[in-house]
């Protein structure tokens, strides 16, 4: 059993940065692949990025890639989403879910935060 907790959201002005973190209780956090994922008023929920339970694997969609890195620190039982160069199309609620299997691109995920809004402004 693995919980989860989102924070680091907020309001930010276009071109700012946010770090969410996603720390997650359970001794075995190390082994789960965790992903980001966000979703929009409206709209559905999309995959953002993805890591691998050793880090040595990320993912990331379209997007945002090379404008958010996700990261993490086993020892700490917490994965990062650092957003940089933030527009207001990144607006929505943000959550990190982990499971067993890396899953890239749907939201498959057996465990999942609570969420945390990230709002953009123009």
Request: glycine content about 12%; hydrophobic content about 35%.
């Amino acid at each position: 059993q693995v919980q989860l907790v989102e924070s680091g959201g907020g309001l930010v002005q276009a071109g700012g940065s946010l770090r969410l973190s996603c720390a997650a209780s359970g001794r075995t956090f190390s082994r789960y692949a965790v992903g980001w994922f966000r979703q929009a008023p409206g709209k559905e929920r999309e995959f953002v990025a993805a890591i691998r339970w050793s880090g040595g694997s990320t993912y990331y969609a379209r997007s945002v890639k090379g404008r958010f890195t996700i990261s993490r620190d086993n020892a700490k039982n917490t994965v990062y989403l650092q957003m940089n160069s933030l527009k207001p199309e990144d607006t929505a609620v943000y959550y990190c879910a982990a499971d067993t299997e890396l899953v890239v691109g749907t939201d498959e995920y057996d465990y999942w935060g609570q969420g945390t809004q990230v709002t953009v402004s123009s």
